[in-house]
């Protein structure tokens, strides 16, 4: 499964991880509708890491497309919530 | 998954079209797609010159066989002639047993001869693919690239910033000042046209004024050329009238360099009086 970190590439990941990662995404979800801002934060850089740390970088030039994208590592809480609204990433 | 990673994925895809992620450039995927399809046809032509290789290393074969066979042919004619039956049945049967390879040899000349022949026809086909895919990715390309300046523009007329509030008026300024010039332009030529409106330049002109021109043109030739003759006679009379001050001799020479005819009519009397 590619993975995308915005603003900084895409990595490959094992299907077998996706579980514990789940948890954390989960929890991630949870607290930005909460609006937890601290817990948010802190979420956002444990899932990033671990999604560093299990997958593999793909090459800039790798045409493929991201199943799962993640937030860039300094998305405030709000920006994320934004991105997720009915506008979508793209405005209009 | 409900998470965030799952939702931004789909938000994404949603909206792959305008997604300008660079990643997922669809210009980059064309060009990409129309790379491989190179290396496809790089390959099939590379089939191509392989299997004609072999074609051509069994045509060597086929025509070494064939100069043994000739040879061996011969060899059985003169032990024929010089009476070695023996001999002459040897190189039949050694011929005989050529000719069998050849025969084979022959069968995967013309296996391999259709073969090449597929081949070219599929390099053929392919080659036009990928020449009418690189016009339609050329195409889809310049499409997307004017989608996506149309994107920034609709992100200026949103009002994304002050500024780029500012750049969306001026653009609808410019249009809509465009559309009225040619909305304008277009009026005119029509009411021109009907007659409704009088041309000021000055440079089309109906069809009864210019018949009238040319007649009032007509008339003022010919009312010139009236006036012309009318000065010519009254000077002539007064050449004649006013005598002493040049020699008919003078007369005659300044009225032929005029009307020849005038002046042989009024001068014939005057070479009578001499």
């Known amino acids: ?92 | 998954m409900s998470g965030v990673m799952k939702r931004m994925g789909m938000i994404f895809r949603a909206k792959a079209n305008r997604a300008l992620d660079r990643a997922e450039d669809p210009r980059e995927t064309l060009d990409y797609s129309y790379q491989k399809q190179l290396e496809l046809l790089q390959k099939v032509r590379r089939g191509v010159a392989d299997v004609a290789t072999s074609r051509k290393r069994l045509e060597l074969q086929l025509n070494q066989l064939q100069n043994q066979s000739t040879k061996l042919e011969d060899q059985g004619r003169k032990a024929l002639a010089l009476g070695r039956e023996d001999l002459a049945r040897e190189a039949l049967s050694r011929r005989a047993a050529l000719q069998q390879q050849v025969t084979d040899l022959e069968t995967q000349h013309q296996t391999l001869q259709g073969e090449e022949e597929k081949l070219t026809l599929a390099a053929q086909r392919l080659q036009a693919k990928v020449d009418a895919f690189r016009t339609r990715k050329e195409t889809i390309k310049a499409t997307y690239t004017a989608a996506q300046a149309q994107t920034r523009i609709g992100e200026a007329f949103s009002g994304i910033s002050e500024e780029m509030g500012d750049v969306g008026l001026a653009i609808q300024r410019a249009e809509d000042k465009t559309a009225q010039l040619q909305a304008r332009a277009g009026a005119i030529d029509e009411l021109l046209a009907s007659g409704a409106l009088d041309d000021q330049s000055g440079m089309a002109k109906d069809d009864i004024q210019a018949e009238l021109d040319r007649l009032s043109g007509g008339t003022d030739v010919e009312l010139e050329l009236q006036r012309m003759k009318a000065e010519l006679a009254g000077g002539t009379s007064q050449a004649i009238g006013s005598g002493g001050g040049s020699s008919p001799q003078q007369a005659i020479e300044g009225g032929t360099g005029q009307d020849e005819s005038q002046s042989q009519q009024q001068d014939t009397p005057r070479f009578d009086k001499q």
């Open chain 1, 1 to 92: 499964m590619i993975v995308r970190i915005m603003g900084e590439g895409q990595v490959r990941l094992d299907d077998g991880h996706l579980t514990e990662l789940n948890k954390l995404d989960d929890e991630l979800l949870t607290e930005m509708e909460s609006g937890d801002e601290s817990g948010f934060r802190r979420t956002l850089t444990a899932l990033l890491e671990e999604v560093r740390r299990l997958g593999t970088p793909l090459p800039d030039a790798a045409l493929e497309p991201s199943e799962l994208i993640l937030p860039s590592p300094d998305a405030t809480l709000e920006e994320v919530r934004e991105m997720l609204s009915d506008e979508g990433l793209i405005p209009g």
